[in-house]
């Protein structure tokens, strides 16, 4: 069982979750991005040969989070698949995970950049775009004021230094008006937290939410320039970062 931390976004508390998920509880509501099922297929088509496990993994950690959130709503930020034949691979146990997902809840396919045109037969509805409350999800953060932007697209990811240790690992990036959510697919790579599509959003002004083992952590950024849009259990408790690797 996860510790959720506790966020405030353009006035909206979100719950973020150890596997990489957001839990919007007062619209019951569970967002994850960047999920690239049958990425493994995928490469392997080209030559690559990777485990054919990754969706079944994938899907696996999501069933954990709809056991225990049972939301309403699942949000699923874009590239849900990696490429546009993906759905079409699905094997026949994951295929059937996935509508008994869909079938429990209103499921939301945000288009992605790998996935724009996903089948009507996988059920859920798909949109560009989407827009509750005081937040808005898509694919592809926007440059400029993005006021309740939720996005993902860019795989964020930072290494943490702690007791002499060097971690790499995925993380949420935010500064209270806007967030970044981490690719949550099992074989999905991550970008450095410091690359200049953050800046281009952030600036200065942000905190990186780092997934540790059973909870999350704010480990890095500008704590003093957000503090207000927090929680007290959301401050960063260590600011070292470095590199990651690149998607």
């Given amino acids: 069982?996860?510790?959720?931390?506790?966020?405030?976004?353009?006035?909206?508390?979100?719950?973020?979750?150890?596997?990489?998920?957001?839990v919007w509880p007062s619209q019951s509501t569970l967002i994850v991005?960047?999920?690239?099922?049958?990425?493994?297929?995928?490469?392997?088509?080209?030559?690559?040969?990777?485990?054919?496990?990754?969706?079944l993994?994938?899907?696996?950690?999501?069933?954990?989070?709809?056991?225990?959130?049972?939301?309403?709503?699942?949000?699923a930020l874009g590239d849900s698949f990696h490429d546009s034949d993906g759905p079409n691979r699905l094997p026949t146990p994951a295929r059937e995970m996935l509508a008994s997902f869909i079938a429990q809840s209103e499921w939301?396919?945000?288009?992605?950049?790998?996935?724009p045109d996903l089948p009507l037969w996988l059920g859920g509805r798909a949109t560009g775009a989407l827009s509750l409350g005081n937040l808005t999800f898509r694919h592809e953060p926007q440059p400029g004021d993005a006021r309740g932007e939720i996005a993902g697209h860019l795989h964020?990811?930072?290494?943490?230094?702690r007791k002499g240790q060097t971690l790499r690992r995925?993380?949420?990036?935010?500064?209270?008006?806007?967030l970044i959510m981490?690719?949550?697919?099992?074989?999905?790579?991550g970008l450095n937290v410091r690359d200049q599509a953050f800046a281009a959003l952030f600036g200065t002004s942000y905190l990186a939410y780092a997934l540790g083992a059973r909870r999350v952590y704010a480990v890095a950024g500008n704590p003093q320039l957000?503090?207000?849009?927090?929680?007290?259990?959301?401050?960063p408790i260590n600011a070292a970062i470095n590199t990651v690797e690149n998607p």
């Avoid at 069982?1 to 957001?22: F, K, R």
């Avoid at 995925?170 to 806007?178: E, S, Y």
């Avoid at 981490?182 to 790579?189: D, E």
């Fill in 156 to 161: 964020p990811s930072t290494t943490i230094t």
């Fill in 170 to 178: 995925r993380c949420f990036v935010g500064d209270g008006a806007r």
């Fill in 1 to 22: 069982m996860s510790d959720p931390l506790h966020i405030i976004v353009n006035e909206e508390t979100l719950l973020l979750e150890a596997h990489g998920a957001a």
């Fill in 108 to 115: 939301i396919w945000i288009e992605g950049n790998h996935d």
């Fill in 33 to 55: 991005s960047d999920l690239h099922f049958e990425k493994g297929s995928s490469f392997a088509r080209r030559g690559q040969m990777l485990p054919p496990y990754d969706t």
């Fill in 57 to 75: 993994t994938t899907l696996a950690r999501l069933a954990e989070l709809i056991t225990r959130h049972a939301p309403k709503r699942v949000i």
């Fill in 226 to 235: 957000v503090r207000r849009n927090m929680k007290d259990d959301s401050q």
């Fill in 182 to 189: 981490p690719a949550f697919g099992a074989f999905t790579g």
